[in-house]
């Protein structure tokens, strides 16, 4: 779930590429059915599956979408410590709203995300020195150009990231950080407060806890 080489962005996918395998692992949760439907195959851009099922309704002069996944995860990350290979296990919510005009292009999207801890260890168990990451923040999507993903804008909001070894605090991503047009967890563009992670060797801090 944290943005590095070896971790998927806390998206949609935390903090966060964790592994592909994170995201088979997604279990996804009944949204409540709606009246007024719609046909989801004509909303663009498609929508993600991994929030399915998805419940899309009438609401006023456009279309509102609904979606979440719950995932727990125990999978190698590709990084390997003084010849050991490093584990990620933890559990993720995240709940997504989807704003459309009335002809199903989305204007808007919002991510509820909350990450209670990615423990990063050299055990599937978690078990022995590990660097703990937690993250409760929002993602804000919005489209310049309505349905037009690469247009699409991207800004996280709250405590992103928050890493913790041996009792401390090792890492702080706090505030807001937005992205250039189409380029999300790639080229940031503004942020606001504290964001250690965007200049951190994220895998040299999970070695040095780990080890």
């Known amino acids: 779930m944290i943005r590095s080489s070896h971790l998927r ?4 996918a935390l903090v966060g590429a964790v592994s592909a395998a994170a995201l088979v692992a997604a279990t996804p949760v009944a949204v409540a059915s709606s009246p007024h439907q719609v046909d989801q195959s004509t909303l663009q ?9 998805w419940s899309c309704f009438e609401t006023g002069t456009g279309i509102t979408c609904q979606g979440s996944y719950s995932a727990s995860y ?4 590709g990084l390997f410590c003084d010849g050991q290979e490093v584990w990620i296990t933890g559990t993720a ?3 997504m709203t989807r704003w459309h005009t009335a002809d199903g292009l989305a204007t808007k999207t919002v991510v ?6 990615d423990v990063f260890s050299l055990s599937p168990a978690g078990d022995g020195p590990s660097l703990s990451v937690a993250g409760h923040f929002n993602r804000h999507y919005s489209y310049p150009v309505p349905g037009d993903r690469e247009s699409r804008v991207l800004t996280e909001k709250g405590q992103i990231y928050l890493a913790t070894a041996g009792g401390r605090v090792v890492l702080k ?17 503004t942020t606001h407060g504290l964001h250690e992670f965007l200049q951190a060797d994220f895998d040299a801090l999970i070695c040095e806890a780990v080890t």
Request: hydrophobic content about 35%.
């Open 9 to 12: 962005p806390l998206s949609t």
């Open 45 to 53: 851009p498609a929508l993600n599956p991994q929030f399915a099922p």
């Open 74 to 77: 125990s999978e190698p990350i």
């Open 93 to 95: 919510r995240e709940f």
């Open 112 to 117: 509820h995300l909350d990450i209670p801890a």
């Open 173 to 189: 991503d706090v505030g807001t950080v937005e992205y250039e047009p189409g380029q999300e967890f790639e080229s940031v563009s």
